[in-house]
């Protein structure tokens, strides 16, 4: 390999490039004063959804048996308001899709699903678990199943009728599907919750058992989930809205969709262009109350449209990829049937339903030779990664399942829907199953399966939905190394391939130093030419349908192989939307806030500054800074502990990265990967040498032991094997960024100013929060504010500074984005006189707890640090940031870097919400300042 290095003074910015790729020719220098190019920003996962949706008119033409009610003794008179079929196509960044066909119907019948799925699988390619058909078992539709009006005599005319709707509506729906296939565009899914009273449990507990009747003390589930699509300018396209209820309002001869009708209407009426589709519940023992009348099935509609508008004006939670489908039977027994004679016996009686139920058993025994002894009822489960899990289950669902499965499915959202697939009759509860009655079995005996089901129905079909839903969703980052020039085909985890070529590397030194402060790589994913920055607070970048990052670059791995890197670069593939890693398998190691304190991560320089010390060290782990002896520092992983204070468990084993100290605690997971947590200041006794210990666990206290400089924090890094065959460095920070967000959903947005810069007095520097990140994509931010140390502002993700007295800054980001959600993050400065390399500026930690969820009224307790200060030389100064006095402190200045009441520590208590910062600072003799900032979020 050809290396060219041409060093290019830029500004204070000393640019030397890499290049090499032989038909490459040295690149000409760049422009002088020429600042850092902004970041492109980079979504951590992309919200590169697509959806379409369509809709289709399925009111009946000509008057039909109508279906619900058996007491019904003629065909339909008319119609109060259409009948449609919708569909809902959604696709991820890796091309999985689904489409979700809503009807105004009263059923879905297993012939009318396999039907379309077969339909749509030669049309489409649509693959069965990627097709959720659901209806609103609307009281006030045609009757689809033409055979059971050809078994009544008084129904026999009106069969051919029904088979007719039947064939159209098949079209129908193969073009419906057709329609939103074809019209997928990008698209944002976020989901949303309202409630809606009106649906009341209907099995009133009497003497004679349970009756058909409104029982408020029965359970419910008033749950309205909504599904909101919009387009990336976030105009809402499409809202899909869940509500377990029974749709029966109406019970009349007039074709209508009843309340999920008129709900689907008022929406679309209040949104035009919007196509609002419904999708039924648990709603198999709930009805609508009161009801009976036309007022009533609108009044409900409504109310049902009222709780979709509130949830739309609840935070939204964004949905991120991939689509996990699973589509599959679960066989249920029936509880044993009557022997013959018996059956023969009520087959010959004149009794309603019972004798008509024994007659079609007794035919079944004839023409097959046997009655069924089980029913393969269908179950599907929808995860949109780990943010929502969607479950479709067959049959007229009884409410319970929706409540057991979202205690048991918690952690995503979860979303439970009855009536998908196959309506085939009630699919009861163990409880309902107990008590008897309609949904138990009763109702049975108006169809031709036998029952009730065995007294395990309940138990089986959540434990199929259980092991559906909880295959996990395996993921962690495929590495490769590469020289510039080289190109190299990837497997990801999922199988998918990509091509990576590593066209250059740049690299970006400071001006006192002569220290790596930013590499950028160029690359080629699949012919894609993307640019990276490396580690540095960089996320992956999604390109096409693959995520990637740069973890390290030559340069930063000088002195020690921390990272087993022998080529220009090291770089890191996921497919698109994909987590980065097994979600559940990894958390975030303490408990507190998102850069609650001062951090230094993967390769951010962490000697503190001093101008005249080599070599540079170049951080390789993750420093995350907090208040020293009150954070509960987590096991990141289920694991054990194979060093602990000192010890080794089976010495020899291990990788030569690990290294024991006495305030070090290294945990192996099941991957074989080991967890390093320095500066502990105590071990949890649970997590003494050989410990397993599970995800989350406590297993110390946050401190300044060891080689921390003085500052507390957790030093935290994973180890794992690297492509050169050796131990290196696995870079955590996205890793840790996905798990805390995965874990805060509401924190939708986070403003970065990190790393931190050093700078000549006189030089320009210029502070970058191109790396912030919203939830919805990087378009999603609106605006960058910057409020610097001197009172000025500057609006951009970039902003450029000079100083004119050495010291330790700290100026401030706000970032907005378009829902008026904000965040704020500090820019540190460290600003030193090039010709008095000797004297080091004051610089300082603060750190506040507690970080999260804190409440009007409540005490916090601030601690503060200087550092290159004599005891006695100032004291650091608060300003609270509500309006309090300053309140003065005198830290140690980091006289002897280990004392354990090195900081200074007050208290404060912020009186109302609000978002506050904090600032600490003090001076030195030479008036040189440092001051550090927190921000603090109180709620009411
Ligand atoms: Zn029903
Ligand atoms: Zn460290």
Redesign the pocket.
Known sequence: MKRLCIALVTAGWVGALIASAAAQPPAAPAPAAQPPAAQPPAPLAPTAWKAGVAAVKITPEEPLWMAGYASRKKPSEGVAADLFAKALAIEDPVGTRLVIVTLDLISVPRTLRDWLEAAVQEKHALKPPSLLMNCSHTHCGPELRASRLADDEAKVPHAPAAERYVAALQQKLVALVGDALARLTPARLDFQRGRAGFAMNRRRPTRKGYNNAPYFDGPVDHEVPVLRVADLQGKLVAVLFGYACHNTTMGDYLIRGDYAGYAQQYLEEEHPGVTALFMIGCGGDQNPYPRGKEEHAKYHGRSLALAVEAALQTPPKPLRGPLCLAFEDVSLAFAPVPPREELEKTAASNKTPDAGHAQRLLKELQETGKIRATYACPVQVVRFGRDLTLVAIGGETVVDYALRLKRELAGPSVWVAGYSNDVFTYLPSARVLREGGYEAGGASKWGSLPGPFAADVEDRVVGKILELARRPIESQPAAVDLNVGQEATVQLVNGQTATVKLLEVQEQRDSLRNALRLARVTVEVNGRPVTLGSATYHLPVTAGDVQIDCPITRGYNQNIDYWGLDADARLRLWPAGYPLITPGTFSYPVNQRWFASHT?MANQI?DGEDVKKKPIYY?W???LGGAERMVDVLAATDGQVVSAAGELLQPGTYPDLVKPRGDVLYLRDARGWYYRY?HLDSIDPSAGLGAKVNMGQKIGVLGKQGASGGWS?L?F?IVAPQPSGRWGILEGYALLFEAYHDAHPLEVLQAVARPHQLAAVGEAVTLDGSRSWSRHGPDHIASHTWTFSDGKTARGPTAKRRYDKPGSYSEILKVVDKDGNLDYDFAVVRVQDSEAPDQKPPSIHAAYWPTCDIKAGDELTFKVRSFSVAPDEGQEEWNFGDGSPPVCVQSDGNAQALAPDGYAVTQHTYLNAGHYLAQVSRTNRRGETATARLEIVVRP
């Open positions: 230094l962490g951080h782990g993750l420093d320095s924090h030093h890094d």
